[in-house]
């Protein structure tokens, strides 16, 4: 498993360094935080887009397919990319908000703790969403479908910071009550989401989906 990871780190190495900094650079920008940090956590989702697609470019999976990996093992690397990224992207906002705090003199802390916090939620149901399609229809033909699903995502998490923000105080779960609920349905849905991907990653090795 840690070889499998640290081949799709090699090869996202020099895109995922250059993408980086471009999140970094649109984190520190005063009037640029949320796209920066909308930016920073969409690169979850675009490095195992990337590496499936080169893979696949490769014909790596014919090769892989000698070695001691099992499908499970595979696909399931894809998803600690993205995981690694996803951290990646909290650290750039995070460190944007430092940055910015001491250009501006203010940093609203909380408000990064709760972008943070809905963004990388969001991230990883898009992810549970979208890694399917692309196993199951390809990197290229899955590409839009999996741009629909991101888009569909970060507005819908904009979306509902803007209306939570206009709205009153609201009654609220407790917060361990809360991130019990959120921590369920995450796992819920990476469970199906991965089992569904196996499966689709082995009807495509043994030809279904050419």
Not at 14 to 28: E, P
Not at 52 to 75: F, H, N, Q
Not at 119 to 138: C, E, K, S, T
Not at 149 to 171: D, N, T
Request: proline share 4%; charged share 15%.
């Amino acid at each position: 498993m840690i070889g499998l990871l640290k081949k799709d780190l090699y090869v996202a190495d020099k895109s995922g360094r250059m993408l980086l900094v471009i999140a970094l650079v649109f984190s520190m920008v005063p009037n640029m935080g949320s796209f920066g940090s909308t930016y920073a956590m969409m690169l979850a989702l675009m490095m195992p887009l990337t590496s499936i697609a080169y893979d696949e470019r490769s014909k790596w999976d014919r090769y892989a397919a000698m070695l001691p990996y099992t499908s499970g093992k595979i696909v399931w690397s894809k998803y600690l990319l993205a995981y690694f990224y996803t951290l990646l992207g909290i650290g750039i906002i995070t460190l944007g908000t430092f940055v910015r705090g001491h250009i501006t003199g203010a940093a609203d802390w909380q408000e990064t703790a709760q972008v943070c916090g809905l963004l990388g939620i969001v991230m990883l149901f898009v992810l549970d969403l979208g890694l399917p399609v692309i196993y199951r229809f390809g990197s290229e033909k899955g590409r839009f479908a999996m741009i629909v699903v991101m888009g569909v995502g970060v507005g819908a998490a904009l979306g509902i910071i803007g209306i939570f923000g206009e709205l009153p105080e609201l009654p609220s779960l407790p917060l361990p009550a809360a991130a019990a609920l959120v921590a369920a349905l995450v796992i819920a849905a990476t469970y199906g989401s991965f089992h569904l991907s196996v499966y689709f990653y082995r009807k495509r090795q043994n030809g279904a989906y050419l």
